[in-house]
């Protein structure tokens, strides 16, 4: 560990080339309200990893919580896909630029196109499993008595919530969806819009299934 690294309850925040330059897009593109939660999700990510004693990589970690909501953003927004797999897109498209094995490249981008699936990326690998932990920590409070007082303090001291991270968080999801919101299809997404968007009409599956062109 180098001197000048960066350690937030215990975690060393990666400060190698590719993470430097990862923060600094991210910084420059995101809200400041998406930067700080992506630097929690690490941290909490992080901690969690930690605490269940599995051997993950904080780099690819890193970036997995540092794009995970790029695709909110305009700048990688596309017109169609869901905003999940624009972040993981854009994280495949910055890795590619480094000696990253097509392995580890295809674990960053499951972390980010899955992390509001649950039930699945716990039982990927660690870079996903924990991507998903991280976020799961910062948005819902999943597992939030498992961390430590002094734990929850010290990420939140370095990466503040503010008084209104809950509705800045819901505002930010709802902006990117609300132009595309069939990619909302059968995710929690949905459940955003519902409540943000009186013009959003959900899909209902079953009704997709009994209105189908098949006889029975």
């Not at 970690?61 to 909110?72: E, P, V």
């Not at 609300?178 to 009186?198: H, Q, S, W, Y």
Request: charged share 25%; hydrophobic share 40%; with cysteine.
């Amino acid at each position: 560990m180098s001197k000048s690294a960066e350690v937030v309850a215990g975690i060393k925040i990666p400060d190698s080339a590719m993470a430097t330059a990862a923060t600094e897009l991210v910084r420059e593109t995101e809200t400041d309200l998406l930067y700080h939660h992506s630097r929690r999700v690490f941290l909490f990510g992080a901690l969690t990893g930690e605490r269940k004693g599995l051997s993950y990589d904080p780099e690819l970690l890193y970036i997995g919580a540092m794009f995970h909501d790029m695709g909110i953003m305009d700048k990688y927004a596309s017109d169609t896909e869901r905003f999940e797999v624009d972040g993981a897109n854009a994280a495949r498209d910055f890795l590619k630029s480094y000696d990253v094995s097509e392995r580890d490249i295809d674990d960053v981008w499951d972390s980010i196109a899955l992390h509001t699936t649950p039930g699945i990326p716990q039982h990927k690998r660690p870079t996903v499993a924990l991507v998903t932990a991280g976020v799961e920590m910062d948005v819902l409070g999943i597992n939030y008595d498992a961390f430590s007082e002094s734990q929850r303090e010290e990420v939140c001291a370095c990466h503040p919530r503010g008084l209104k991270f809950k509705h800045g968080i819901l505002s930010s999801f709802c902006l990117g969806t609300i132009r595309k919101p069939e990619t909302t299809f059968g995710n929690v997404k949905a459940d955003v819009l519902a409540k943000m968007d009186p013009s959003y009409e959900r899909k209902d599956f079953a009704d997709m299934i009994l209105s189908s062109p098949w006889e029975s």
